[in-house]
């Protein structure tokens, strides 16, 4: 039987590891490649690793790190921030990296997600959304919510299914690092209109929160950066996974 993705994301700045609210105010939490070996200890089902400071410099891919994180990690590695073109999508993947994910170069450039889904195949192009809620409305952003586009996410999400991407991930800027619970409203609103793997990230605090995506949305894929970076009320650094037995007991609760 096919269970739900649970995936650690870990946001880059400057090489090192860090984690933010709302995508502002990084503060380092450690060392990208010491994580990655945490994580295959627990035997994750995937990792996404996104460098912030690639995406909102608009500088190209630190492709020395994402050579060091692909040879260590043990794990489906999806990796986004500063691509722009196909070379550096066919690069990426040649460095062992399964999947890139595309957000804020697409929204002017979809043509960038179909040729890529041309060279190196559809099931590694993940069209990402930044999605900002502002006055009860929501709105594609850039840069991690630095700039709010007058763009319907709804549009943009059918625009990448039409571009032959092979995942749709999306990330709820307003819920990053505030550990309250997924903007499941939301994603009840799109969730029937998506006919390829969905993931989201924005708001995972508990184990419940994952209970109640799955129980709602199926096969859902739940990303999530501080619940796995962070433990207890006052947040201490600590790289975590939920282990194999609350797994089971997870997939257990929701799908018997």
């Excluded at 996104?50 to 500088?59: F, G, K, Q, R, V």
């Excluded at 070379?87 to 460095?95: A, M, R, T, V």
């Excluded at 894929?221 to 797994?247: H, M, P, Q, R, T």
């Amino acid at each position: 039987m096919l269970y739900p993705r649970i995936i650690p994301c870990l946001l880059i700045q400057d090489g090192g590891l860090v984690k933010t609210i709302n995508f502002k105010n990084p503060t380092y939490v450690g060392d990208p490649i010491n994580a990655v070996k945490i994580f295959n200890e627990k035997e994750v089902d995937e990792l996404i690793v996104l460098d912030i400071d690639a995406t909102i410099n608009s500088h190209e891919p630190n492709f020395k790190l994402i050579e060091q994180l692909a040879a260590e990690c043990r794990m489906p590695l999806c990796y986004g921030g500063g691509i722009t073109t196909v070379n550096q999508i066919q690069k990426i993947i040649s460095l062992g990296v399964e999947k890139v994910s595309i957000c804020s170069s697409t929204v002017e450039n979809q043509k960038l997600l179909l040729n890529g889904a041309e060279i190196v195949g559809s099931q590694s192009i993940v069209g990402a959304i930044d999605i900002v809620k502002k006055n009860k409305n929501y709105f594609v952003s850039k840069n991690a919510g630095d700039k709010i586009m007058d763009i319907d996410p709804e549009d943009l999400i059918l625009k990448y299914i039409d571009s032959n991407v092979g995942e749709i991930f999306i990330n709820f800027v307003n819920e990053d690092g505030e550990m309250n619970g997924y903007d499941y409203e939301y994603i009840d609103k799109i969730y029937s209109k998506i006919n390829v793997p969905l993931t989201v990230i924005g708001g995972a605090g508990k184990l419940d929160d994952f209970k109640k995506l799955f129980k709602k949305f199926n096969l859902i894929g739940a990303a999530a950066g501080s619940y796995f970076v962070f433990k207890g009320i006052y947040k201490a650094v600590l790289i975590n996974y939920i282990s194999k037995e609350d797994k089971l007991k997870l997939f257990k609760n929701t799908y018997v």
